[in-house]
């Protein structure tokens, strides 16, 4: 019998459970208990507090997405340090707020790592006129819709309804357009898609684009509310996006954000019983 790409994920993420999934956290990393319903894991996943996340393939490419760094309360200090990560291929940046894309933060990196960059449009022009020596796949992957292969995974720019600009001083700085806000689709070596959502709130796209086209097995969605969506918006995603893993992101950097995944998982019962929560803390690391 033949198992479609979705099918063998679904088959093979479920016989984990929510118990399963559990399993797979500890202080820094473990690994499930192998059994012939699981798949080898090829992807780890670290969030890095807000909307930060490290991802790294079996085959080592190391992926950071929205890398707020210096001033993130909820940063692991290793990662302030210069080289702190070894190594970086690839960054992804949504847009462009201070608490997503700090310009202080994006020099370091590509001063350390010299990775590839994809950013929306505008956002591109505006690291490379900041950064000459950046390397902008403006001409690869430069506005939303378009699919690139970078590396051996395919990277996807899809719609998310919110602004965007840069404070390029701090929260208090002027603010700069650079572009409008983006989600991200990246499709792995084996076949599993991750979407991150990026700051959004509740859009059609969620169920017509993301669900019946893309189809992802994982949704990194922000739970916070205030400037995107909050706990129950998110479930009510995770219901039109019908993920198997939902990680929630962008809460308890600030007072005013919603402040523990309590009431998410409250509200996934009602609206996405079926989508298991890996939840994470910053510096911690899951395979899926």
């Keep these: 019998m033949t198992l479609s790409r979705r099918a063998f994920f679904r088959s093979a993420l479920g016989a984990a459970g929510i118990g399963g999934l559990g399993a797979l956290l500890g202080p820094a990393e473990a690994t499930a208990a192998p059994s012939a319903a699981t798949i080898t894991p090829e992807v780890k996943v670290e969030w890095l507090g807000h909307g930060s996340f490290l991802l790294e393939s079996r085959q ?4 950071l997405i929205d890398p707020w760094l210096s001033t993130n309360p909820m940063c692991p200090g290793r990662y302030r340090k210069n080289g702190g990560f070894g190594k970086v291929d690839l960054i992804l940046w949504t847009h462009g707020h201070v608490d997503h894309f700090m310009l202080t933060d994006a020099k370091a990196l590509v001063s350390d790592y010299a990775p590839k960059i994809i950013a929306p449009w505008e ?3 505006f690291i490379k006129s900041e950064i000459p020596e950046a390397d902008c796949g403006t001409f690869t992957l430069g506005n939303k819709g378009s699919s690139a292969d970078i590396d051996g995974i395919r990277v996807t720019m899809v719609e998310a309804f919110h602004s965007a600009g840069a404070q390029l001083t701090g929260f208090e700085g002027t603010n700069r357009f650079v572009g ?4 991200y689709i990246l499709e792995f070596e084996n076949g599993l898609r991750v979407y991150h959502a990026g700051d959004t709130s509740l859009m059609a796209d969620m169920k017509l684009v993301i669900a019946d086209y893309y189809k992802p097995d994982v949704a ?5 509310g205030v400037f ?7 479930a009510y995603a995770c219901g039109m996006i019908r ?5 929630p992101e962008h809460y ?4 005013v954000l919603e402040p523990d995944c309590e009431r998410f998982r409250k509200f996934i019962a ?4 079926e989508v298991s929560v890996l939840e994470l803390t910053p510096g911690q690391t899951a395979r899926i």
């Design 60 to 63: 080592g490419r190391r992926i």
């Design 228 to 234: 995107t969506m909050g706990p129950e918006e998110a």
């Design 243 to 247: 993920p198997r893993v939902v990680i």
């Design 252 to 255: 308890g950097t600030f007072p």
């Design 180 to 183: 409008e806000a983006v989600g």
């Design 220 to 224: 990194i969605l922000p739970i916070g």
């Design 123 to 125: 956002l591109n022009f």
């Design 270 to 273: 009602q609206h996405a019983a």
